[in-house]
């Protein structure tokens, strides 16, 4: 769904631009597209929109000034727009385009329906506003395609193939001379069934193009180090394309594979290996060449055929940076130390939307991103991609459930879904609601929202409560039993509902807002049936045998935050989340054995594809606990019944992760990634429940500050709001506060400004 448009210099409607491209090829190919223009002066203000079927990268007289279009739904893109006048001159400027088009879906593409017609195979479309003249793209520019740059097809659960570059095919000083040898740039006629007559964008599958909702940051240069034996690592995870200065005979070939982790014999580990590969083809000449696509990895494993060398390796990194003055110190430093790992690891999974992991995947997934989204919101000034992943996400099916992955090739399969993901989804949309106080912003999202919470309405046992949910009910990592009604799932369904009421009175919509509270209401009463009266706590599910017994967290947690649980319980749930003795790592990961947090395991997905495996450990007296991701619920519920002086002792687990790396965070406490920005959690507490700043009203009109120290002598920092950063200095005897805002402390409303209170 697209988000609210910033304002844009160029009229609505129709466009002057035609569509260009250069050769009609199938499959992955490259394109270099370039303009020659004249200029008597260099304006002020120099404006240039484009957009591409497919990504791009565009050059004015040698400099990079965008590279997108941001990721979307084909049916929903964007437009680059970008002030260029810093780049032009007096004389001959030149504006040149690399653009792909992928061929097929993978990680971070969708590609439009064939029934686009020529589109399909790639277009790229431009206007340059240079004062009353617009330069735009058509016949007049050249175009070829850049033979040799190719790829292979997808495979594995990276949802890549291995990238192929011709080191010989652009010349070095192609994007800032034109000596007119080029052909000329072919048009596409953008026909389609319906087809008006016109050439000119909008054209189908888009309608007209949405504003691009991200800024666009320049790229930082990583050196990667050479090792020795083949072997070229980083200090820490880095991700961008990578810049190659290489020489060998005419068509040989340099093979360069990415990964995390290198063995005690300077290899990447087999396990690591997820299709992250790139060949090189040299021309027997030195060439400096840039991937198109983004490497993420911790070491390049260089095979090159005799005669090549590789002179050095470069990443350039683009990912959006931190913006704002937002910081976090404490009496403990393992805990400062976690918060700056969680706020990289956000970072390198900040792109073009955020993102499962820079080293696997670079998928979009629905649900994980709520958890980069809050620390985003609670530590950086730039809200745009927290803004934009709840609109990116919001791609619906016809039945009204959301992709469990959206705009690559897993919302193009549509092999399964993942019902909770729809929900934490749900939450990121509240938050929204929350921290911007933006109703024209969020109001489009809550019939998405509806839609989601109304599709679990197919499933009511006739009591209200959801029964035997299809897809992949995930939870999380841990071994969460899910069959017939499945509390961590009704949990999140609670405050989904909860959420969805709120938002709709924020809104004046009475109807939806009594229809969330009446469901709620038959959820309170049909979530009985889980609750155990001997043993004081909610069984996961309601499966046959020993499944039906199992306990964890995440059913106390997320009932906890649903607004599920009596008040005369809730104490009782803390202490069974609490009992370290009764807690047991179990994941169907490691069927057979505990998963003892820290120590690194190899696992297995086998159960994905054929069911749960029996449990082995003991289901009456053990509690399965929570990995990374699901943290932040189980943290929300501490919060919710009362006990934020928990959390600091709680967010010291994240000692584990830093076992496995100090620099960015795991997937699990025992394998996987390790650049998962989804157990991040820790980095939000310190700002909301450390700190205790969080909106009292949404938008921070006025803000709720209410620091919890716990077993800390003293924390510091500031927050990010709209209106400025708010800083807290709390310690056990006093709180200094200086807010940009009002705000409201243990149940008394101060005035914006500097002000010392009582704990």
């Known amino acids: 769904m697209l988000s609210p448009d910033r304002s844009s210099p160029f009229p609505p409607g129709r466009w002057s631009a035609r569509w260009i491209w250069a050769g009609a090829e199938p499959g992955r190919h490259v394109v270099a597209l370039r303009r020659v223009f004249e200029l008597d002066r260099v304006p002020a203000a120099a404006p240039l929109r484009c957009y591409t079927v497919g990504r791009h990268v565009v050059w004015v007289n040698g400099h990079e000034v965008v590279v997108g279009p941001v990721r979307a739904n084909p049916r929903e893109g964007h437009t680059d727009v970008v002030d260029v006048h810093e780049h032009l001159r007096r004389g001959e400027n030149v504006l040149a385009i690399q653009a792909v088009h992928q061929g097929g879906d993978n990680a971070w593409t969708l590609q439009p329906p064939a029934a686009s017609g020529d589109l399909a195979l790639g277009a790229f479309v431009a206007e340059l506003l240079l004062d009353d003249e617009l330069v735009v793209s058509d016949d007049s520019w050249e175009g070829r395609v850049v033979a040799g740059w190719t790829g292979e097809a997808a495979r594995g659960i990276g949802g890549r193939g291995r990238e192929i570059v011709h080191a010989g095919s652009l010349d070095s000083g192609w994007r800032t001379d034109a000596d007119g040898s080029w052909p000329a740039a072919e048009l596409r006629s953008a026909a389609s069934l319906g087809w008006s007559g016109d050439p000119r964008p909008p054209s189908h599958p888009v309608g007209p193009y949405g504003i691009r909702p991200l800024p666009v940051a320049p790229a930082i240069e990583v050196p990667v180090r050479e090792r020795g034996g083949g072997v070229w690592n980083v200090e820490r995870v880095e991700v961008g394309t990578l810049v190659l200065d290489v020489v060998g005979p005419a068509e040989a070939c340099i093979d360069i594979t990415a990964g995390e982790f290198i063995d005690d014999h300077g290899e990447l580990e087999a396990d690591d290996v997820h299709d992250n590969r790139l060949r090189i083809v040299t021309d027997g000449g030195r060439r400096t060449v840039e991937t198109v696509d983004r490497y993420g990895f911790r070491a390049l494993r260089v095979e090159a055929d005799p005669g090549c060398t590789v002179h050095s390796v470069t990443v350039r990194d683009r990912n959006l940076r931190v913006q704002g003055d937002a910081s976090f110190r404490c009496s403990d430093p393992l805990?400062?130390?976690?918060?700056?790992?969680?706020?990289?690891?956000?970072?390198?999974?900040?792109?073009?939307?955020?993102?499962?992991?820079?080293?696997r995947e670079q998928r979009a997934w629905t649900g994980d991103s709520v958890v980069h989204q809050l620390v985003d919101l609670t530590t950086n000034a730039d809200w745009s991609l927290a803004r934009r992943h709840p609109f990116l996400a919001a791609s619906p099916r016809p039945d009204g459930m959301l992709p469990m992955a959206v705009a690559g090739d897993i919302e193009g399969r549509d092999p399964t879904v993942i019902p909770d993901w729809a929900l934490h989804w749900v939450h990121s949309v509240f938050l929204l609601h929350r921290y911007t106080g933006d109703a024209e912003l969020v109001a489009p999202l809550l019939p998405v929202v509806e839609g989601v919470l109304r599709w679990f309405d197919r499933f009511d046992d006739g009591t209200g409560v959801p029964t035997d949910v299809t897809g992949w009910v995930i939870i999380d990592w841990a071994a969460n039993y899910t069959a017939g009604v499945c509390a961590p799932l009704v949990g999140l369904l609670g405050r989904s509902l909860r959420e969805l009421a709120a938002m709709s009175r924020w809104v004046d919509d009475a109807g939806t807002a009594a229809w969330a509270d009446r469901r709620h209401e038959q959820l309170r009463v049909g979530v009985e049936r889980l609750w155990d009266a001997g043993r004081g706590l909610y069984v996961d599910c309601t499966a046959d045998g020993p499944r039906g017994r199992a306990v964890s967290e995440h059913a106390q947690a997320a009932l906890l935050v649903g607004d599920l649980v009596p008040r005369e319980r809730q104490q009782r749930l803390v202490e069974v989340m609490e009992d370290r003795d009764r807690r047991v790592w179990a994941?169907?990961?490691?069927?057979?054995?505990?998963?003892?947090?820290?120590?690194?395991?190899?696992?297995?997905?086998?159960?994905?594809?054929?069911?749960?495996?029996?449990?082995?450990?003991?289901?009456?007296?053990?509690?399965?606990?929570?990995?990374?991701?699901?943290?932040?619920?189980?943290?929300?519920?501490?919060?919710?019944a009362g006990r934020s002086d928990l959390l600091p002792a709680r967010c010291r687990d994240w000692a584990w992760a830093l076992?496995?790396?100090?620099?960015?965070?795991?997937?699990?406490?025992?394998?996987?990634?390790?650049?998962?920005?989804?157990?991040?959690?820790?980095t939000r507490d310190a700002m909301t429940r450390i700190l205790g700043v969080e909106p009292a009203?949404?938008?921070?009109?006025?803000?709720?500050?209410?620091?919890?120290?716990?077993?800390?002598?003293?924390?510091?920092?500031?927050?990010?709001?709209?209106?400025?950063?708010?800083?807290?200095?709390?310690?056990?005897?006093?709180?200094?506060?200086?807010?940009?805002?009002?705000?409201?402390?243990?149940?008394?409303?101060?005035?914006?400004?500097?002000?010392?209170?009582?704990?």
């Open 659 to 682: 076992e496995r790396c100090d620099t960015s965070l795991a997937e699990t406490w025992f394998g996987g990634t390790i650049s998962h920005a989804w157990g991040a959690t820790p």
């Open 587 to 640: 994941t169907f990961m490691l069927p057979g054995e505990e998963a003892t947090p820290g120590v690194t395991r190899p696992f297995t997905g086998a159960h994905l594809m054929t069911g749960p495996p029996e449990p082995w450990w003991d289901v009456e007296g053990r509690v399965v606990g929570a990995q990374p991701f699901f943290r932040y619920v189980v943290h929300d519920a501490l919060v919710a």
């Open 335 to 359: 805990l400062e130390r976690i918060w700056e790992v969680g706020r990289r690891s956000v970072t390198i999974n900040s792109f073009d939307a955020y993102t499962d992991c820079p080293t």
């Open 697 to 759: 009203d949404p938008g921070f009109g006025v803000a709720r500050i209410e620091p919890e120290l716990g077993d800390l002598d003293w924390a510091s920092g500031r927050v990010p709001s709209p209106f400025g950063s708010i800083a807290v200095q709390a310690r056990a005897e006093r709180v200094e506060v200086d807010s940009p805002v009002p705000f409201v402390h243990r149940g008394d409303r101060h005035d914006a400004g500097r002000h010392v209170l009582a704990p």
